[in-house]
């Protein structure tokens, strides 16, 4: 059984930081795609960041480039959104998936449960 679990959410004032993680099991790790999405309230689901199999090629957001940043760590399997300079736009929940290329990074096979991230001014 394919899990997803997030964490690392929270409130934090605007202009701080916050990592979050998403730790995967029950697939082999390194052979998908991981992304991130957000869900604000009353918005629909957006894409973040995605990042390669083995973190080469990664894909940001414009809404977020230069402020967020995507790794992962296949030795862990984990993958991390790493926020800067967070805006109170920011405010959403988080989720991680998972899917196999790049090409395909807006239809994962699999998705987490999603963390909170409150941005406040």
């Known amino acids: 059984q394919v899990q997803l679990v997030e964490s690392g959410g929270g409130l934090v004032q605007a202009g701080g930081s916050l990592r979050l993680s998403c730790a995967a099991s029950g697939l082999t790790f390194s052979t998908y795609t991981m992304e991130w999405f957000r869900q604000a309230v009353g918005k629909e689901r957006e894409f973040v960041a995605a990042?390669?199999?083995?973190?080469?090629?990664?894909i940001v957001a414009d809404s977020v480039k230069g402020r967020f940043t995507i790794s992962r760590d296949n030795a862990k399997n984990t993958a991390y959104l790493q926020m800067n300079s967070l805006k109170p736009e920011d405010t959403a929940d988080y989720y991680c998936a998972a899917s196999r290329s790049l090409a395909r990074r807006f239809v994962p096979d699999y998705w987490g449960q999603g963390t909170r991230v409150t941005v406040s001014s």
């Open positions: 990042i390669g199999r083995i973190g080469g090629g990664t």
